[in-house]
């Protein structure tokens, strides 16, 4: 699986915070905040998937979603609650929404799934990157200077090898909300 992966999970359920966290322990680096507030202290950049729990005392995961997305991490977060889903999830900045009760299962399988999906994004935006670069050099250069160049053949081949990872990525999205999962965040940057 994903090694050094973190995962911060949030739910003011100590012991269901702390059973999840036992669950992915065994794969990736877990820590875990009871509160919004304490999970808002221990964001990092580091963290890649944050786990959390929408009905709490004091700060919602609503709130520690919005603050997350407002402060500008880049983590995939998964909505792990009691709460059925309502119509006010359209505007909501999570990647993944779990109803709670939760198996072991389903924890491990959707930690993998949104951290692959922060791979694919990573691959798509460096691929679309390099193919404007390959473009605009060979509008502006020799076909035989090109051929010559060893930084241009570096480049023709990191291109080959994304185009490889993202094919290969996309053959293994077996469902429609895979698909959508793996491009919903994927913006080109500015």
Known sequence: ???GLEVLVVDDEARLA????TWL?????????????EALEKMAESIEVVLLDRRMPGLSGDDVLEAIRDDGYDCRVVMVTAVDPDFDIIEMGFDDYLVKPVSKDELLGIVEEVSGRSEYESDILEYYALVSKKALLESEKADRVLATNEEYQQLRERIEELERRVDESV??????????????????EN
């Open 171 to 188: 053959s293994g999205l077996s469902s429609h909300d895979d698909f959508v999962g793996a491009f919903q965040d994927i913006q080109p």
């Open 25 to 37: 322990e065994t794969e990736w680096s877990v820590d875990t905040a009871y509160d919004g507030e």
């Open 1 to 3: 699986m994903s090694d």
């Open 18 to 21: 702390d059973l999840f966290a």
